[in-house]
Every structure is written in C-alpha cells, then in structure tokens.
T-cell receptor, first 116, second 115 residues
C-alpha cells in the first residue's frame, strides 16, 4: 500500500518570504511524486513531478520540490511567495511497481495562505 | 478540446435517486480516472480506464457506483440510489497513458449534493 502525509493543514507566509509545504510518502520501490494546486472553484492543476535524476525539480509558477529518498520526503518550495499563490496544494505518489494501476494516491492537502 | 470538461458542474438530487456524471477527456488521452473529493478530504480514487483494457474498479466504494467509457473517449459515472454520504466533488482526469509516469489533467469537477 502507498500513502502520502501532508502534516500541515495550513501554512501561512508573508508575501515575499520563502515558503515550504511539506510532504512525506510511503511506497514500495521507487516513487513517482507529484504536486498539484487547486484554486477556488477550479480543478487541480499540475505543478511538477519527480521521476528520476536530479533531486531538485522545477515546475510551474516558480515552484520547485526537493526529493529526499532517505527522509522519504518531497517538500514543495518557492523562494518568494506571492498573494496569488494562496490555494490548496496536494502531494501525490505513484509506485514504480503498482501492478498496472496508474492512479495517484493523494495527501489530504495543505492550504497555503500568503498575506500581503 | 483544450482541457478535460465535466458536466454538470453542479447537481442537487434527492436521496434515493440515480445520477449520471459526464467526463470528456483531452483528445488523444488513453487514460481516464475518476476521483472523489469530500469536504476537507483529499482525493479518493474511484476507477481507472486505460485504452481497451478492463477498467480498474478497485476504488469504487459500493456496487451503487459504476462507470463506463464509450469509444475510448467520453466516460459516465453513475451513482444509483444516492445517499447523503455520496455528496462530494467528483473529479475526472485524463492522461497520455503508457508505462511512463505521465501527469494527469483534471477537469473542474461536478459538485454533487444529495438532500
């Protein structure tokens, strides 16, 4: 079984400050890791994914995420937060050997609030 | 189309009635997923279609839930004899398919309210 934990229900950060949204995972074998963002009344939008290679992955809107195998983490980061980054963020994992199923297992989400 | 579309955007139904939710995936995407997002919860996998293969129904919560995908494109999720606990946002996603870890593209969802 695979699982994702997002330990923070909400993260508050001031505009211009760096932000981190935490994610840890549990999966058999090598993981495929994803971050999605959900704006109010809109569907989920893909931000970035980690497959293999460089542990630092860059994605949309200036976001990046760092894969740490020893800590089984995939934290989302951004050097300078914008008010428009305020949204609900989901981390997701898919196992390498998932018997053919390609569905993602999602965390419970973290609400990011960026104050002006 | 430019993205995944779903209809209706909102559906209010009485307990015990049947409902059908529709998903139009991105053209050419062979993989299609249904997820459910309950208030304050993460996304729960329901069912997965890949090309002409038998669908993975392992996430369906009960036999009141079913889905089909016609012609490898449009999909319909049907909930029979709806219950109040079925109230949620139902999200459809499509992807390029294949063995590589492709990203999934989500539609805006259908908000189902069972009264």
């Amino acid at each position: 079984a695979q699982s994702v934990a997002q330990p923070e229900d909400q993260v508050n950060v001031a505009e211009g400050n760096p932000l981190t949204v935490k994610c840890t995972y549990s999966v058999s074998g090598n993981p495929y890791l994803f971050w999605y963002v959900q704006y109010p009344n809109r569907g989920l939008q893909f931000l970035l994914k980690y497959i293999t290679g460089d542990n630092l992955v860059k994605g949309s809107y200036g976001f990046e995420a760092e894969f740490n195998k020893s800590q089984t983490s995939f934290h989302l980061k951004k050097p300078s937060a914008l008010v428009s980054d305020s949204a609900l963020y989901f981390c997701a994992v898919r196992g390498w050997a998932d018997t053919g199923r390609r569905a993602l297992t999602f965390g419970s989400g973290t609400r990011l609030q960026v104050q002006p | 189309g430019a993205g995944v579309s779903q209809s209706p955007s909102n559906k209010v139904t009485e307990k015990g009635k049947d409902v059908e939710l529709r998903c139009d995936p991105i053209s050419g995407h062979t993989a299609l997923y249904w997820y459910r997002q309950s208030l304050g919860q993460g996304l729960e996998f329901l069912i997965y279609f890949q090309g002409n293969s038998a669908p993975d129904k392992s996430g369906l919560p009960s036999d009141r839930f079913s889905a089909e995908r016609t012609g490898g494109s449009v999909s319909t999720l049907t909930i029979q004899r709806t219950q109040q606990e079925d109230s949620a946002v139902y999200l459809c996603a499509s992807g390029a398919g294949g063995a590589s870890p492709y990203e999934q593209y989500f539609g805006p969802g259908t908000r189902l309210t069972v009264t």
